[in-house]
């Protein structure tokens, strides 16, 4: 990334870095923070007020995909349903299609399903069985992770049909809870813009 960077803006590495940790506070404040959601001691990171800002959201999905520009990228799946607003928008950036993740009983067509663990008990994901072909290169998107429950799951799903996996987007990382390191431990690269502390 910095290379390019360099190349584009005629800029030094240490100029560049400064831009790139600029642009993740600047996100980061267009973030908000709702406490006591969905229960109490959880600070739930709202990112409506970065998707509603113009500026933030094209900044986000350019960073995003900063690292894919100009490479192969056949697909880009979405997990339901912040994943298909952030999905949605990388893939039109990357010139790919996109593929929804679901959840269970929410697609027409005949679908290949995975469980995956959630904190209590587990629940199911599913995507069309011919939304992606063998062989074909995936981008994962969702809006944060956390755990890397559903993300594990959708890796497995999409492995699953024979695709592979690029890498996993996320916008927001909560390294305390351990789900971006669960993800590259399956061998996944993990592309967050930014990290807040707690869940």
């Known amino acids: ?5 360099k190349g584009r803006l005629g800029m030094s590495v240490a100029a ?7 642009i993740a506070y600047d996100l980061k404040a267009s973030v908000r923070t709702i406490p006591d959601y969905p229960k109490p001691g959880i600070l739930f990171r ?5 998707l509603g800002d113009a500026r933030s959201f094209r900044c986000a999905i350019d960073e995003l995909v900063q690292p894919w520009a100009g490479s192969k990228i056949d697909k880009v799946a979405g997990i339901e349903a912040r994943g298909f607003i952030i999905g949605g928008a990388i893939a039109h950036q990357v010139s790919s299609g996109f593929v929804p993740i679901r959840k269970k009983g929410k697609l027409p ?20 069985v011919d939304a992606i072909k063998p062989g074909e290169r995936v981008i994962l998107v969702d809006d944060l992770i956390a755990t890397g429950g559903t993300a594990e799951g959708a890796i497995k799903l999409l492995r699953q049909t024979g695709a592979e ?7 927001i990382d909560l390294p305390e809870l351990g ?3 669960k993800i590259r431990d399956m061998g996944v690269p993990v592309r967050a813009l930014m990290e807040f502390e707690g869940h």
């Open 1 to 5: 990334m910095t290379a390019t960077w």
């Open 16 to 22: 560049v870095k400064d831009l790139t940790m600029t």
């Open 46 to 50: 709202d990112i409506t007020t970065l």
């Open 109 to 128: 067509h005949t679908t290949v399903s995975m469980s995956y663990a959630l904190e209590y008990g587990s629940d199911i994901i599913e995507m069309h």
């Open 165 to 171: 996996i690029v890498a996993a987007c996320f916008i």
């Open 179 to 181: 789900g971006a390191a």
